[in-house]
């Protein structure tokens, strides 16, 4: 398949040309690429918009109109995926877990998540296990994203994840985590359900996440 497309799709989120983004993607799909792949080219245009803002040269109205963009193909074109509500992919809660008191990633991440259709529900800093159990519990967030660069940080998450799991919460949400305190064997040492390094890998598996399929069709 002609590789060019993709990069032409890639470039229309870029530069925020929400018609030609639509456009190619319907192209894409008669031309025999699967929804997989047009959604991973999606995610390069916006990984590109996220580095374009992170220089100062987009500001959020950018990255709201890129999103925009997305959640358009995805409701007209990758029909098969459910991405919630309108204007939502999907909620998420994102926390700085106990002993640990650096709130920046935590709060980039939640503000690109929230120009970006999420839904956001921020606990803050230094947060407990069992506080994390009964916010889940009473919010239901679809995901949950932990935070952490101390030491001890990784415990602190895998506490946190196994206190869910007791509450029988664990199921019923995926669990991102990230920091520097944490690697990808990190992560699935603890029980997390993936690790994201930087900003563009977690908004990339956040999407991930809530189209219903995706990573089974990519397999």
């Known amino acids: 398949m002609d590789r060019r497309l993709g990069e032409k799709l890639a ?4 530069d925020l040309n929400d018609k030609m983004a639509l456009q190619l993607s319907l192209e894409m799909l008669e031309r025999g690429f699967s929804s997989y792949e047009i959604f ?10 996220i580095s374009m803002y992170e220089k100062g040269e ?8 890129a999103s925009r963009s997305i959640t358009d193909v995805f409701s007209k074109v990758l029909s098969s995926y459910e991405i919630g509500e309108v204007g939502s ?16 990633g935590k709060d980039m991440i939640a503000n690109v998540l929230r120009h ?7 606990l803050g800093v230094d947060v407990s296990a069992d506080s994390i159990v009964e916010a889940v519990r009473e919010k239901s967030p679809d995901m949950l994203l932990l935070s952490g660069s101390m030491p001890n940080s990784p415990e602190r998450m895998r506490e946190s994840i196994a206190a869910l799991r ?54």
């Open 58 to 65: 987009y500001f959020i109205a950018d990255l709201m109109m």
């Open 89 to 104: 992919f999907g909620r998420v809660m994102i926390a700085t877990v106990e002993d640990d008191i650096h709130g920046l």
């Open 166 to 219: 007791g509450a029988g919460l664990r199921d019923s949400l995926h669990i991102l985590v990230g920091g520097q305190a944490l690697t990808e064997t990190v992560a699935e040492s603890i029980g997390a359900d993936a690790y994201s390094a930087d900003l563009m890998q977690c908004l990339k598996l956040c999407y991930r996440f809530m189209a219903k399929g995706l990573e089974g069709e990519g397999k």
């Open 116 to 122: 970006n259709c999420f839904e956001i529900i921020d």
């Open 40 to 49: 991973e080219w999606l995610m390069e245009g916006m990984g590109q918009v």
């Open 11 to 14: 470039e229309a989120v870029r």
